[in-house]
């Protein structure tokens, strides 16, 4: 039975029972756990480094207020990145490719941003919807607009990371199929298309990375317009 090219985005079941949880739940093994001892092996140095490099690089922008961020946008960071990474293995699911995971993730931080800066300095979190020196008859319009693109950002989070990582599924899966029909007509043909589907898998690495980052930076981005 030919099935769809979009079946791999479905969420699997076994047994009625769906998957995702075991999904969400894998990254959480891999990740090597700090050691008593005075020195640590390689890969618990790389990490420690990648974390302080990450919260220095997000976080310096930031106020003392905003730091204490700093573990719950690290901690997503890595999630999102090792959920990213495993999605482009074989006969794997990405959970990140939901759409409604992704606004789980983005619609209570984004909350949790607007709170913050509703309860801190109301004064200057309203002020970001009317920009100073706006003519008298452009401010009930420039309100409304600001508004509507304020409640679009969480949206706009989620969107961007299921689009980008959908694509590249896409993308990977219909060269893979063009490689291996054309592999008993034109194999020279096919050795082509099978190098750039090796080309296009480095790309999405770097996609996986990239928007998990970018997912991050934009949280940041609104954490430091309240704090």
Do not use: C
């Amino acid at each position: 039975m030919m099935l769809s090219f979009f079946d791999q985005f479905m969420s699997p079941t076994y047994l009625g029972i769906p998957l995702i949880a075991l999904a969400l739940s894998l990254p959480w093994v891999l990740y090597p756990k700090p050691t008593p001892r005075w020195l640590n092996n390689r890969l618990i140095t790389l990490q420690g480094w990648f974390i302080n490099r990450f919260t220095q690089q997000i976080f310096q922008p930031l106020s003392l207020e905003g730091h204490k961020w700093a573990a719950l946008l690290a901690s997503l960071m890595l999630f999102l990145i090792t959920l990213n990474m495993l999605g482009l293995l074989p006969y794997t699911f990405t959970p990140t490719t939901q759409l409604s995971l992704n606004m789980a993730f983005a619609v209570p931080l984004w909350l949790a941003t607007v709170i913050i800066g509703m309860r801190n300095q109301p004064t200057h979190a309203l002020g970001h919807l009317l920009p100073e020196g706006t003519p008298t008859l452009l401010i009930p319009v420039l309100i409304i607009i600001e508004t509507i693109s304020l409640f679009i950002r969480p949206l706009a989070l989620g969107v961007r990371l299921t689009a980008n990582l959908t694509a590249g599924h896409l993308l990977i899966q219909l060269i893979a199929t063009a490689a291996f029909v054309l592999l008993p007509l034109m194999p020279t043909v096919a050795i082509l298309t099978a190098v750039l589907l090796f080309l296009l898998t480095l790309l999405e690495v770097a996609v996986a990375m990239i928007q998990a980052y970018v997912f991050v930076l934009l949280l940041s981005l609104y954490l430091q317009e309240n704090v």
